[in-house]
């Protein structure tokens, strides 16, 4: 079984509790689908299904390479170099105190 050669490059581990939306769809007022989280810095995309793919075209020009899904229930990653779905355990929801 293949393993994920970028785990590295995950900084971000505290996942936000709740998100506007994609940044970038927001900035030109859009919708989206579902929303991915850049594990290296942050930013918040749209996934693939949306139009304009946002969190893909933010990881080829980044060169970030590990998404994770924002979506309720769902606690996948993506690394797009190693094209694995990975499972990050260090990666959490923060909640409120």
């Not at 989280?37 to 980044?62: K, M, V, W, Y």
């Not at 990050?88 to 923060?94: G, K, L, M, N, S």
């Amino acid at each position: 079984m293949r393993a994920c050669t970028h785990l590295d490059r995950v900084h971000i581990t505290e996942l936000p509790e709740s998100v506007e939306g994609c940044e970038d769809r927001l900035a030109i007022g859009s919708k989206w689908l579902h929303l991915w989280i850049c594990l290296e810095c942050g930013h918040i995309g749209c996934c693939d299904d949306s139009p304009n793919r946002h969190a893909t075209a933010h990881a080829a020009s980044a060169g970030h390479p590990i998404i994770r899904s924002l979506q309720p229930g769902e606690d996948w990653s993506w690394c797009f170099v190693d094209r694995l779905v990975i499972l990050i355990r260090r990666c959490r929801v923060q909640t409120s105190p």
